[in-house]
């Protein structure tokens, strides 16, 4: 099958790094996304990885990509109470003519003083 | 910018009735989506269209339609509503492939009783 799998809870304390893990399975992916969801809200775009790339760096995110592991990691540094959401890691399935995405169940990250 | 735009934010229904969900791009995209969202379960697809004029099911379709009459609405559309269909709907919409990012509304909250 497609899935995509995430840890479903983070507790970080702020001013510390969290690291947010997904796997995948479609070793033929392109792209592979990491969205935001607040509550309330609808999803955020954060960033995203080509398949080709093993890092990808933007402010206070890192994204990691193992393609031999089928792992993606969101790093964010110094975090923020503004950085409790859910977090939807997401793979583009090219098996599909249209490129489907593939969501996994998202991790809940709660940042405590 | 507007973005994309759902309506409405929030609803309730009984068993049994039918209503329609509306989406809105002003981005000029080609794809657009409708997901539902349940606790634990991520974003499950519904229905998608690849175009004005076309729609297509996703993976859970049963007792939804959807209709693409203009390129910048995509409506979701409730037959006979059961409680199995209390969700949170998201509706989102990507320039020309599902493997292009994805841009969402902010949710639309309905439960039925």
């Known amino acids: 099958g497609e899935d995509v799998e995430q840890s479903l809870f983070l507790s970080v304390r702020e001013g510390d790094s969290s690291v947010i893990n997904c796997t995948y399975t479609d070793s033929s992916s392109t792209y592979l996304y990491w969205y935001k969801q607040e509550p309330g809200a609808g999803l955020q775009l954060l960033t995203y990885i080509f398949s080709n790339m093993d890092m990808k760096q933007d402010q206070r995110l890192t994204v990691l990509l193992n393609k031999k592991d089928k792992h993606l990691s969101l790093r964010i540094a110094d975090t923020q109470t503004g950085d409790s959401a859910i977090y939807f890691c997401?793979?583009?399935?090219?098996?599909?003519?249209?490129?489907?995405?593939?969501f996994g169940a998202g991790t809940q990250v709660v940042v405590t003083p | 910018n507007a973005g994309v735009t759902q309506t409405p934010k929030f609803r309730v229904l009984k068993t049994g009735q039918s209503m329609t969900l509306l989406c809105a791009q002003d981005?000029?995209?080609?794809?657009m989506y409708w997901y539902r969202q349940d606790p634990g379960m991520g974003l499950r697809l519904i229905h998608y269209s690849v175009g004005e004029g076309t729609t297509a099911k996703g993976e859970v379709p049963d007792g939804y339609n959807v209709s693409r009459l203009k390129k910048q609405n995509f409506l979701l559309g409730l037959e006979s509503a059961a409680p199995s269909q209390t969700s949170v709907y998201f509706c989102a919409s990507s320039l020309d492939r599902a493997s292009q990012p994805q841009h969402f509304g902010d949710g639309t909250r309905l439960s039925i009783l």
């Open positions: 981005m000029n995209h080609e794809y």
């Open positions: 997401a793979e583009t399935l090219t098996t599909d003519s249209w490129g489907k995405f593939q």
